[in-house]
């Protein structure tokens, strides 16, 4: 079956600009999470959603960061007025289910380059 | 917050050669997942262990979750090209704690 997409794959931006990332999990996996990969710092956790429950919004590195899913299927990440220190791979994942040792299966990334 | 170590950072092998790659936890480790990821693509999901002593495999591939759980090893035999790659651990927290956290990540280079 279809795995995580993401788009899109590669995204230049000019600093200070929005942009939008989408994510859309496999069908019937009711956990997303976004992830970051950056030079140094490794992967690391931004945000997770499962079914209806708030949001755990504790990776989110600043306010100018949010993201939401809407019908409990996609998921956008939205980087507002775009800084240099965001360029990164932005990864996304799901799961059959939120609890732990569910296997988190993860998109291919989209590569953002603020300039 | 747990942490998690990974040696080497990178590995040069001959084609054919085995190698081992290892995964150190900075506590007990609950989920220990194996990803692998090249160039430009995402993660590519390769095993989960959760029992200490537990040993998965898969083709050529091995990974063992020591019994104190706070290591945990992946084994390559007969190296092939199409194992070249970064190898990452991730570790979620146990419980209800679904974030996972990863290691640097080992690079893999497999020269015919």
């Known amino acids: 079956g279809a795995g995580v997409s993401q788009s899109p794959s590669n995204k230049v931006t000019e600093k200070g600009k929005d942009v939008e990332l989408r994510c859309d999990p496999i069908?019937?996996?009711?956990?997303l999470y976004w992830y970051r990969q950056s030079l140094g710092q490794g992967l690391e956790f931004l945000i997770y959603?499962?079914?209806?429950?708030?949001?755990?919004k504790s990776g989110l590195p600043s306010d100018r960061f949010s993201a939401e899913r809407t019908g409990g299927s996609v998921s956008t990440l939205t980087i507002q007025r775009t800084q240099q220190e965001d360029s990164a791979v932005y990864l996304c994942?799901?799961?059959?289910?939120?609890?732990?040792?569910?296997?988190?299966?993860f998109g291919p990334g989209t590569r953002l380059t603020v300039l | 917050s747990q942490e998690l170590e990974q040696s080497p950072q990178s590995l040069i092998v001959q084609e054919g050669k085995n190698l081992t790659i290892n995964c150190t936890s900075s506590k007990t480790l609950y989920g220990l997942y194996w990803y692998k990821q090249k160039y430009g693509e995402g993660l590519i999901f390769l095993m989960m262990?959760?029992?200490?002593?537990e040993e998965k495999s898969h083709e050529k591939i091995t990974a063992k979750l020591d019994e104190k759980k706070q290591q945990s090893s992946l084994h390559i035999t007969a190296s092939q090209p199409s194992h070249a790659g970064i190898y990452l651990c991730g570790a979620d927290g146990g419980g209800s704690n679904y974030k996972l956290t990863f290691g640097k990540g080992t690079l893999l280079t497999v020269n015919p």
């Open positions: 994942a799901s799961s059959l289910s939120g609890i732990s040792t569910d296997t988190q299966y």
């Open positions: 069908s019937g996996h009711t956990a």
């Open positions: 959603f499962q079914g209806n429950s708030a949001p755990d």
């Open positions: 262990l959760q029992k200490g002593g």
